[in-house]
């Protein structure tokens, strides 16, 4: 009998409705402008609630539609923070499904064997059983891409070298390394922008480490531009904006970023202009 991760914030980061959860990702799949075209090797993407940060999310996600149709299914690598345990290391749950409202995603045999292998990567039902930050991920990859499968880790405490070594042993052709991570939290807007800029400049300058305080998940972040530097990836920045541009309340706000990562030989084309 199959072990499922059913949904914990359906029907309040996302709409619980199928038919209205998948209007919703497709109209911002469908308003996401990405400013080069192009298939992707990695993704960087917040993880509200989507009134806050779903366009930004959709941003970064939009470009998988440049993935060639041909492609086998790709394996989705996804990392993020936990909102509620303390970890240490790298935790994997122990299921064989997650589920959503748009139906079930099959967890990755191949890579979810691979990473119980590395010495700091360990599995926690309960450190998932929660957490938000990668459920919200699984529509937008679901209308995104279709078929794919998926390997969901948990990113506690732990070196950047760690999470880059993880990833230099689980990234192939066929994964899709991605991140995610808010930005910088509860600062006044205007220092928010200043703070989420500067944060910018150092991912697309592949500069680690990150800061603990300007990402919530700034360690995987930071293994990520370890490995991309040494791979000669391209990251571009898609979106940047935060709960204050959604809310209007600026006091005390959270920022969120889209960031996509092109490999060295593949080829950027701007986007088409509408011909309208």
């Given at each position: 009998?199959?072990?499922?991760?059913?949904?914990a914030v359906a029907g309040s980061f996302y709409p619980a409705n199928p038919s209205t959860l998948a209007r919703q990702v497709d109209g911002w799949l469908e308003q996401a402008r990405p400013s080069v075209v192009g298939a992707p090797a990695a993704l960087i993407v917040p993880h509200a609630g989507y009134v806050y940060s779903g366009p930004v999310a959709a941003a970064a996600y939009a470009t998988l539609r440049a993935l060639p149709p041909s492609r086998p299914a790709p394996r989705v690598l996804l990392l993020g923070p936990c909102h509620f345990l303390p970890l240490r290391g790298v935790v994997h749950p122990d299921v064989d499904a997650l589920c959503t409202p748009l139906g079930e995603v099959r967890v990755d045999p191949e890579l979810h064997r691979r990473a119980a292998r590395l010495g700091h990567v360990s599995a926690s039902m309960e450190a998932h059983e929660l957490e938000h930050s990668l459920e919200v991920q699984l529509p937008f990859l679901q209308r995104a891409l279709g078929a794919f499968t998926v390997l969901p880790l948990l990113v506690g405490r732990t070196g950047a070298e760690d999470v880059a070594a993880l990833l230099d042993?689980?990234?192939?052709?066929?994964v899709l390394p991605v991140v995610t991570s808010d930005l910088s939290h509860h600062l006044p807007y205007e220092h928010a922008r200043r703070v989420d800029q500067a944060t910018v400049e150092q991912v697309l300058a592949l500069r680690a480490p990150l800061e603990v305080d300007n990402a919530c998940c700034a360690?995987?972040?930071?293994?990520?531009?370890?490995a991309a530097r040494r791979r000669g990836l391209r990251p571009v920045l898609l979106d940047l904006r935060s709960s204050g541009d959604a809310s209007g309340e600026r006091a005390g706000v959270v920022g969120y970023g889209a960031f996509v990562f092109y490999p060295p030989t593949q080829p950027l084309h701007p986007r088409p202009e509408d011909s309208s």
């Open positions: 009998m199959s072990r499922v991760r059913t949904p042993a689980l990234w192939a052709p066929d360690v995987a972040i930071s293994g990520l531009l370890l």
